[in-house]
């Protein structure tokens, strides 16, 4: 495993393993600085969400960036106050336009609004039948959300983003999107830094000569999640890359999966408070 591995999705199309998050990169130039050093460095896919503000930026990095389109991993999302068929329709043309691109890689329901996710997601369908992206999926959605999805999907989601990490491992949602071929992908897979102190995973790093916080994306890694960890620094742009000269062992694996507590530092989808 590398940098720039990937992970086949249901119909075919790779995505990588390891990318860059770009939540809260709400100032232009520190936001076009660390898409451009994560590129150059060698990271093939950026996540993005119009909530974030800074589609503009995303798509004008990946344009000076000087790599191949083909070969950079575009995700973003719709928002919540923007889902139903035909907003979500009109969402995505914005997020295409601001990102200045012709095609998005991975198209996203961000959180399951209770009335409109299911919708949301049949106009996901459509702009995949329409080949305005190449690959379907949704964002923090349950098992139950995902059911009624499956119900009548014609094509079913490739992809749920869900927050996880070592205190929140959703082992019963993974095994449940590993029987459906849903890959998943962590959003916070650090745990907005909240697990980085844990003793455990400290007294890991330092048996192995690593941080905690690649303790923890490795863990990922061999656990088949993707990851977007989210850095505008520079020197932590390149360490939490920095995973794939090393491999914990089954027992420092078994070490991890002790340390599951169930603890959120997001909100839950089924709580969400959705306020427009």
């Known amino acids: 495993m590398h940098l720039q591995s990937t992970k086949t999705l249901s119909n075919g199309v790779e995505m990588p393993r390891f990318g860059l998050g770009v939540y809260k990169m709400t100032e232009r130039e520190e936001t076009l600085q660390a898409i451009d050093k994560a590129l150059k460095f060698g990271y093939r896919a950026i996540d993005t969400a119009s909530l974030y503000?800074?589609?503009?930026?995303?798509?004008?990095?990946?344009?000076?960036?000087?790599i191949r389109r083909e070969d950079i991993f575009v995700t973003t999302k719709v928002w919540n106050n923007d889902q139903g068929y035909d907003a979500t329709l009109r969402a995505f043309e914005v997020s295409l336009k601001k990102l200045n691109l012709d095609y998005l890689d991975l198209y996203l329901t961000h959180w399951a609004v209770p009335e409109t996710f299911e919708?949301?997601?049949?106009?996901?369908?459509?702009?995949?039948?329409?080949?305005?992206?190449?690959?379907?999926?949704?964002?923090?959605?349950?098992?139950?959300?995902?059911?009624?999805?499956?119900?009548?999907?014609?094509t079913a989601p490739m992809v749920n983003q869900v927050e996880v990490h070592p205190y929140l491992q959703q082992?019963?949602?993974?095994a449940f999107c590993s029987e459906h071929q849903i890959a998943v992908t962590a959003w916070s897979p650090l745990g907005r830094g909240g697990v980085l102190t844990d003793s455990t995973i400290v007294e890991i790093g330092k048996e192995i000569g690593k941080t905690p916080a690649q303790v923890v994306l490795r863990w990922h890694l061999q656990n088949d999640t993707l990851v977007i960890p989210k850095s505008v620094t520079p020197s932590r742009i390149e360490e939490n890359a920095e995973i794939f000269d090393f491999a914990l062992t089954q027992e420092q694996m078994e070490k991890m999966a002790t340390l599951n507590r169930n603890q959120r530092f997001g909100q839950d989808p089924d709580h969400f408070k959705f306020d427009f």
């Open 53 to 66: 503000g800074n589609e503009v930026e995303v798509g004008e990095a990946i344009r000076h960036s000087g």
């Open 119 to 154: 919708e949301t997601y049949r106009a996901i369908e459509r702009l995949y039948d329409e080949k305005l992206i190449r690959a379907t999926g949704v964002s923090n959605h349950h098992e139950h959300h995902l059911e009624k999805i499956l119900a009548k999907a014609n």
């Open 171 to 174: 082992q019963a949602l993974s």
